[in-house]
């Protein structure tokens, strides 16, 4: 598949990608589908995932998020994979910013002009990833 290009090979490589993110997940989907968090637990986990992030401590930011994200709890899904993209973002991991921005946007994210011009995503928008999934120059 090496040969592969434009495209074709992008959308592959996207794919093999998130194939590889979901099974570095599994076993929190597993966990989080046979157990999620309740009313104040799943707030409180908003809250610190929050603090985390406000905090530069992305990694932690990241794994409340995707609990949130894998439970289907307090937050929308396209929100809360917005966040984990945004975690991504800061924590320098384009490719799997750039992977939870697809996600974001399959989940139904519709405000492109807001992922073109948050903060959180400026270095990323040179990325023609970026580009190809939000639009712009």
Do not use: C, Q
Not at 49 to 72: C, D, V
Not at 107 to 130: C, I, K, Q, V
């Amino acid at each position: 598949w090496k040969s592969l290009t434009g495209p074709m090979a992008e959308e592959l490589a996207s794919e093999l990608l998130r194939e590889k993110m979901f099974k570095e997940d599994e076993e929190l989907r597993i966990e989080m589908s046979r157990n999620p968090p309740d009313g104040e637990k799943a707030e409180s986990l908003v809250s610190t995932s929050a603090a985390a992030y406000a905090a530069g401590e992305y990694a932690k930011a990241i794994e409340g998020y995707k609990r949130l994200y894998y439970a289907r709890v307090a937050l929308e899904p396209r929100t809360t994979a917005r966040l984990i993209a945004a975690s991504y973002a800061r924590s320098g991991d384009a490719d799997r910013a750039i992977s939870w921005i697809a996600i974001t946007l399959n989940d139904g994210f519709s405000d492109l002009e807001r992922l073109r011009s948050d903060a959180e995503f400026a270095t990323l928008r040179e990325d023609p990833r970026f580009k190809k999934l939000v639009g712009g120059k």
